[in-house]
C-alpha cells in the first residue's frame, strides 16, 4: 500500500522561495512606483508582508534585490516578447507589423520599461550595476542579432554595420523611443518606430 503523503506547512526551503518570490513581487510593484531612488527596503518589506530582516537574508540590501528583479522577472517576460517576434519574422510577417506589436507590447509593459530605465541609470553610477548591465546588453544583443538574421534572411549586399553594430543601434533607438513613448504617448505614433528601423536598416547596407 503506498505511503500516504502528509500535508501541512512548507518546508524551510520552501518556505524561504516563497518569501523571496513574495518580495521580489513586492520589489516590482514599489520600484514601479516610486523608482529605484525612491524605493526603500523598509517600504518594500512593508508591500511584502515582512521585516526589513527578510530582505536582507534573501538580498545583500535594495540594489541588488533591484538588478535580481530585473534578471529574473523582467528580462523573461521580454525574451518572451523577442522570442515572438523572431518567429513571426522568420514565417514572414513583414518588419513595420512586427515593430507594431513590440509597441503594443511596449504600451502592456509600462512598467517594466520603467525599471530598465533606472537600470540604466544605475549602470552610469555604479561599477557593480554597470557590470551586470553589460552582461545584461550582450545578451540583448545576441537576441536582437536573430531578429535581424529573421528580418533580413538573405543579404544581397555587402553590410557597411556588422549585426553587432547593428543591434546596438536599434537597442539605442528603442531605448530613446520607450522613453519618448512613456512620457508622452500621444506625440509618438506606433508606426513611427518601424519605420526608423527599416530606414536603419537600408542604410546599413552599403551600395553595390
Known sequence: MA???????????????ITRAQLLDAAERVFARDGLRG?????????AGYSTGAVYSNFKGKEDLFLTLVEERIDPRLAKVYETL??????????????????????????????????????????????????????????VGHLLDAAIPERDTEPSLTTDQLATTLIALGNGFAIDLLADPDAVPDDLFGHAIGAIVRGSRAPQ
Open 3 to 17: 505511503e500516504r503523503q502528509v500535508t501541512g506547512r512548507p518546508r524551510r526551503g520552501e518556505r524561504r522561495l
Open 39 to 47: 524605493a526603500s527596503v523598509d517600504t518594500i518589506a512593508l508591500e
Open 86 to 143: 523572431e518567429a513571426e519574422l522568420a514565417a514572414g510577417v513583414p518588419p513595420l507589423e512586427a515593430a507594431r506589436r513590440f509597441v503594443s507590447m511596449l504600451r502592456s509593459e509600462r512598467d517594466a520599461f520603467l525599471l530598465l530605465i533606472d537600470f540604466w541609470g544605475q549602470a552610469v553610477r555604479d561599477p557593480k550595476a554597470a557590470e551586470r548591465f553589460a552582461q545584461r546588453h550582450a545578451r540583448l544583443r545576441a537576441t
